[in-house]
């Protein structure tokens, strides 16, 4: 029988440090990190991912490199994507498809209105890999919808650890299944994501510019914001979407966008929504020392050989992950089109 985890905004973890003592598990982060080690002894994976080689690349960026070879070779072959919008296909391989023990449990908030289902992710990235996917009954397409940023955005705050991450690919942007779904793990490393600051552009909605590698923009939501910055990064995602840009999306704990004092910088209260656009990258998958997708763009590098791990330097990740990212003339021409489109709906 399928775990339940009913909850309401009362449940959200409002007070959260980056340092300052370890970090106090909560009812949220208990039942699935129990689940999913229930999980790996049943022998549900495709590979026991261990403990990772980690290390950090010399550098401002501070990228978080790590040996996972086994997830490119074990891994289902990913599906081919050859359009932003395509539509579901119930004969390839989607969620529906899954073992029944592959579920973790059901988050349902104020009664059941609002379900998700947390399948593991039998090809993990880290700790507690696992999928978020909003009602898989209804054979969405993968295209963020605001019930479904707002689950992500709510996962993370029922989370009383820093390290819980969760993520969106967008087809064209290395979505592997064409079926409505969010990444979620724990990394046990700081991201400069958490506290790299924002220029503001519709600060009343929450949208900044990321000021710093990679180009992109910055969501920022205390716990009492969520619904309301939600609606305004599904704005986004629709219009990227609309203009058939690639991105990728990335939810963590983070401080706010502009910080002063190195007390404010080390508050992971509230949430922070980075939201990536880029170039498409259609077909499927290629053979390369990392994918430039979600954990990519945030700073965690999952390496596929052992000689890429050890050789790789900052200056390899940047060049690698710039040649992903729109041409500054595009970018700063879209972020005008954002601003207008926020600022007026």
């Not at 259609?282 to 050890?310: M, V, W």
């Amino acid at each position: 029988m399928t775990l339940r985890f009913a909850y309401n905004n009362h449940h959200f973890v409002t007070e959260v440090r980056r340092r300052g003592g370890a970090s106090v598990p909560a009812r949220f982060d208990t039942m699935l990190q129990a689940g999913w080690r229930d999980r790996v002894d049943r022998g549900l994976f495709r590979y026991n991912l261990g403990d990772l080689q980690t290390r950090i690349l010399p550098g401002p960026h501070r990228f978080v490199a790590q040996l996972n070879p086994l997830r490119a070779t074990q891994r289902r072959q990913p599906q081919e994507i050859l359009s932003i919008r395509q539509e579901f296909s119930s004969e390839l391989f989607n969620f529906n498809k899954v073992k029944p023990e592959e579920v973790v449990l059901e988050l349902v908030k104020d009664s059941e209105s609002s379900r998700v289902v947390v399948l593991v992710n039998v090809s993990p990235l880290e700790f507690g890999h696992c999928l978020l996917v909003p009602d898989p009954s209804r054979c969405l397409p993968q295209v963020l919808t605001r019930s479904a940023v707002q689950a992500g955005m709510e996962s993370v705050l029922l989370s009383g650890d820093p390290a819980f991450r969760v993520g969106f690919n967008s087809l064209g942007a290395f979505a592997s299944v064409n079926h409505l779904h969010l990444h979620s793990y724990y990394l046990d490393h700081e991201l400069n994501i958490e506290s790299t600051p924002g220029q503001p552009l519709v600060p009343e909605r929450g949208f900044h510019s990321l000021q710093g590698f990679p180009q992109g923009f910055l969501f920022y939501a205390e716990p009492d914001r969520v619904e309301d910055v939600a609606g305004a990064v599904c704005q986004l995602t629709d219009f990227l979407v609309e203009n058939n840009t690639a991105h990728n999306v990335f939810m963590t704990r983070g401080c706010p966008p502009y910080h002063g004092d190195q007390e404010s910088r080390q508050r992971r209260d509230g949430l922070r929504v980075a939201v990536w656009p880029r170039l498409m990258c259609l077909g499927a998958k290629e053979d390369s020392a990392f994918n430039i997708a979600l954990c990519e763009l945030a700073g965690h590098l999952p390496f596929r050989t052992q000689r890429d791990y050890e050789l790789a330097t900052e200056k390899y990740v940047t060049d690698t992950i710039q040649k992903f990212l729109l041409p500054d003339a595009e970018f700063l021409s879209l972020q005008q089109q954002l601003t207008r489109h926020l600022n007026n709906s």
